[in-house]
Structure formats: structure tokens, C-alpha cells
């Protein structure tokens, strides 16, 4: 789950976040579940969790694990709908929030470090990695190892999964590529209208496919 931004016009004009949740069926199926408008200009963990209740009311029964980004207030939301899921962080999100704070001539080996964490194939090589990045940076950038090492639970929640799908639980580029294609094809339409700005019902407001 992750959020786009289109500019939509109510009173103002404004950058309001499109919620977006497709999903992956056990037989490998692609489905969309729903886009969400809010009318609010922030992503907010309170939105997405009024997003999970209206997967749970349409039918929705399981889902077991969620890949997301680490808007604050979302695990909890995660569990108090949908307990008996797994949370994974997207983990080149983090990948990419941590080099952003390093240093340029450490970056490619801090990255080739990180690799080794969520590309093992066992949780114990994971474990080893994440033992090995705390020894070899753990002085030189003790904020960002640590941070890695408070969310491992859920940057490394994907190992419990099957090997053949791991790779499209541990980040949500099936997602960012799907909010590209909407950005594509909603470019020509520059602003979305409230339908109340253009004398016609409104179209915004909570919305999902059904």
C-alpha cells in the first residue's frame, strides 16, 4: 500500500494524496482493490486505516503480509484490522533513506552491506549481515544501523515466505510502477475538479472499486 499525489481542485488548488492498494492473489493474479481520495493534503495513517476497514467490510478475509512504507501510525493500523498479517517495510525505501545520510564515498559500500541483509536466503545470514553492518558502521553512522536494527522484525518480515516470491514482497515497486501509469495517464488532465467547482455532483470524497 503507498500513496500518489494529483492535484485536485476544491476552494484551492492543492497536492492531496491518492491511496492505492493492489493485491497479489495466492495463484500469482494481479488485482487493484481500490483507489481512496480523502480530501486531505497529507498522507495520514488515520486515512489508511479507514482504507482497511473498507477492504475488511467489501470481503477481504486474509491478507498475510502487507508491504508499505514507514508512515507512522500505519503498523498499528495494519494490526488492529487485519491482526494476523505480516508488516513488511519497503526495504529499498529504507536503502535509500539511509544512503541519502551517508557520506558519497561510503554509499557503495554501505549499500553492498545492506544487500547482504535482505538479499540471504536464511534469517540466520540475515542476522549475521545485520551483525556484520553494526561492527563495520556502527561507530561511523550509529543512527542509521540502529534504525535498522529496531525495524528488522518488519524489513526482514519476507523470509518467512516463500523463496519463489520473496522478491515482490520486500519493496513496492509493483506499486510505484502502477502510481507511474496513473501519472501518465492523468498527465494531460493537469488539475482535477471537485464536482463541486464544476457544477456537478461530487466525485471525491472516499472512493474505492468495487
Request: hydrophobic share 40%; proline share 4%; aromatic share 8%.
Amino acid at each position: 500500500m503507498d500513496g500518489t499525489f494529483l492535484s485536485i481542485r476544491r476552494r484551492k488548488t492543492a497536492k492531496e494524496p491518492v491511496y492505492i492498494a493492489p493485491g497479489i492473489k495466492p495463484d500469482g493474479r494481479r488485482e487493484i482493490l481500490g483507489f481512496w481520495l480523502f480530501g486531505a493534503e497529507g498522507e495520514s495513517a488515520q486515512n489508511w486505516e479507514e482504507v482497511l476497514k473498507d477492504l475488511r467490510r467489501r470481503g477481504v478475509q486474509r491478507v498475510r503480509i502487507f508491504i508499505t512504507d514507514d508512515l507512522p501510525g500505519l503498523e498499528e493500523a495494519i494490526k488492529k484490522i487485519f491482526p494476523e498479517a505480516d508488516w513488511q517495510l519497503c526495504v529499498l525505501h529504507a536503502v535509500r533513506d539511509a544512503l541519502n545520510k551517508v557520506r558519497k564515498r561510503d554509499r557503495e559500500a554501505l549499500a553492498e552491506a545492506l544487500k547482504k541483509t535482505y538479499r540471504a536466503e536464511r534469517r540466520e545470514e540475515a542476522e549475521e549481515a545485520m551483525r556484520n553492518l553494526r561492527e563495520r558502521w556502527g561507530t561511523v553512522y550509529p543512527k542509521i544501523v540502529e534504525r535498522w536494527e529496531t525495524k528488522a522484525y518488519a524489513l526482514l518480515a519476507f523470509l518467512c515466505h516463500p523463496k519463489p516470491i520473496r522478491r515482490y514482497l520486500y519493496t513496492t515497486n509493483l506499486l510505484e510502477r502502477l502510481a507511474k501509469e496513473v501519472k501518465r495517464r492523468t498527465k494531460v488532465v493537469e488539475v482535477f475538479c471537485d464536482g463541486r467547482c464544476c457544477g456537478e455532483p461530487s466525485i471525491l470524497g472516499l472512493e474505492s472499486a468495487g
